[in-house]
């Protein structure tokens, strides 16, 4: 299978040049060239089989210069790191269930992709000849920035570089990032906000002179972020292995459609359902949830994306974000492919902030989308752990809030599946208050939470309030390419 970019559609890469490159050079994102088809020989074989061969078999249907034997030794040991099952699907009521994604070395759904993406990046680095060591810069919002820092630390011929905004994520969030070891990690925070930082990280990746001088060095980049295709198609799995799992436990007969709602900011979660959804996973609706920052809601409802508003900061940080990027592989889709299209909107979201499609469009028939603001998430965490037993983290209620409104509204009683993201650990002084208990300190949160209900805190994150602080640099917006460069050396290099 060959890859094309959004904004080049006669662009043709291999699975392994489009990992490797992590964004196209001109700008826009790799998208496969067509969508395998999950045939009945195929699910017959995923409902028998365990996560790793689920994920092995869904990504062999997509990365054809890879075998399934090469792949599912990636993923036996990229899950090998997670404590049990990598997507445990818990029932919480009646057709309704949570898809907990958050089992890995970091807490949060974010090592489902960023445990397997340093393998497949240097398998596909001897496949494509690249020689050169590799950078890998991320920007996050709080969680990518922990799995792909441990996801990288110590991989020979890699420098993993973390851009996060100072003021933009959880207390827990920031020391792991700041906590992280490894010899080849670096870690700096941006004065301003998730888009800041990605705005930023992207010019790196479009700037000729930086690129001489990294390559002077030795050095190509990629990107650990989901606009890299080996970050985003390992989610697509936990979609189809979530529905498998729901037709193991006689929760639903093969073909039944369910709806998944999702919790997104960069809108690459949600794509990834949208993916298996194309190849053809029973799917009614996917619920598009934001908190208020809620720029996809409105782009759902009415057809504009416009980035000209007031941007918040919530107790679900990761979610703090006005530019999706993802967005940009879903309107390539639904609106046929059509890379002078997709260039003309984002030239236009570029320079006035905004464009417009016809809402139909852009709801294909299969989205709904719908915010909760923080007194909704509050209520939503207190409401299911007071009702189900269940405690979420602020992301999840997020999800839960949207969903429990969709539901009043349409009287949907479909199966549901609600992607839970993040342990409730990482957010312990946001749950706890929902609870009705305040603590500001995250760590006595931490273990006031384990005390108020049946979850046992992990010792990785409490162990952070002893940790030392090895990362403290923060920079501002325009300083992001010469921090890279300092970083791995190369503003050494001649000019």
Not at 191 to 196: A, P, Q, S
Not at 332 to 348: H, K, P, Q, T
Request: glycine share 6%; charged share 25%.
């Amino acid at each position: 299978m060959k890859y094309t970019s959004t904004r080049a559609a006669e662009k043709q890469v291999s699975a392994s040049e489009a990992i490797v490159k992590g964004i196209s050079d001109d700008g826009g994102l790799f998208v496969p060239s067509s969508f395998p088809v999950l045939d009945s020989q195929t699910i017959g074989k995923l409902l028998d089989w365990t996560y790793p061969e689920r994920t092995a078999k869904i990504l062999s249907m997509y990365l054809d210069d890879f075998s399934f034997e090469e792949l599912l030794g990636y993923t036996e040991k990229a899950y090998s790191r997670f404590d049990g099952d990598p997507c445990p699907v818990v029932k919480i009521e009646d057709s309704l269930y949570m898809a907990e994604l958050w089992h890995g070395p970091t807490f949060a759904f974010k090592d489902m992709a960023l445990t397997l993406l340093p393998y497949l990046l240097t398998a596909a680095k001897k496949k494509t000849g690249v020689e050169e060591k590799t950078l890998v810069l991320a920007a996050t919002s709080g969680d990518t920035g922990k799995a792909a820092l441990e996801g990288f630390k110590d991989v020979e011929g890699t420098e993993v570089v973390v851009f996060y905004p100072s003021k933009g994520v959880s207390a827990v969030q920031r020391m792991q990032m700041a906590a992280q070891t490894g010899k080849n990690v670096h870690v700096a925070a941006i004065k301003g906000n998730f888009d800041d930082a990605q705005a930023a990280v992207k010019r790196v990746f479009n700037d000729e002179e930086v690129k001489r001088r990294l390559a002077a060095a030795g050095y190509a980049t990629s990107s650990a972020n989901s606009i890299n295709w080996g970050r985003l198609a390992p989610q697509i799995a936990y979609y189809v292995s979530a529905y498998c799992d729901l037709v193991n436990d006689g929760e639903i007969e093969w073909g039944d459609k369910i709806n998944f709602v999702v919790p997104t900011g960069n809108f690459g979660n949600v794509l990834a359902g949208y993916y298996a959804y194309r190849m053809g996973l029973p799917v009614n609706k996917f619920i598009i949830a934001s908190n208020a920052n809620n720029v996809l809601t409105d782009f759902f409802n009415k057809g504009v994306y416009d980035i000209n508003r007031d941007f918040y900061r919530t107790m679900s940080p990761s979610m703090d974000i006005l530019v999706s990027s993802n967005l940009e592989r879903f309107l390539f889709e639904v609106c046929g492919r059509d890379d002078a299209l997709i260039r003309r909107l984002y030239d236009s979201l570029s320079q006035t902030g905004r464009f417009e499609l016809d809402p139909e469009t852009v709801r294909a028939g299969i989205f709904e989308a719908g915010w909760a603001d923080e007194e909704e998430t509050k209520e939503a965490i207190y409401t299911y752990f007071d009702l189900d037993d269940y405690v979420m983290d602020t992301h999840t209620a997020v999800a839960a809030s949207v969903y429990n409104e969709y539901n009043c509204e349409t009287e949907d009683d479909t199966p549901t599946v609600i992607l839970s993201t993040a342990s409730p650990f990482k957010f312990a002084t946001d749950v706890l208050g929902a609870l009705g208990t305040r603590e500001t300190d995250p760590f006595r949160a931490m273990i006031r939470l384990q005390n108020s209900t049946a979850l046992e805190c992990p010792e990785q994150l409490y162990g952070l309030a002893a940790a030392d602080e090895i990362h403290k640099e923060t920079i501002g917006r325009d300083e992001v390419a010469d921090a890279v460069l300092r970083f791995v050396g190369a503003d050494k290099t001649e000019e």
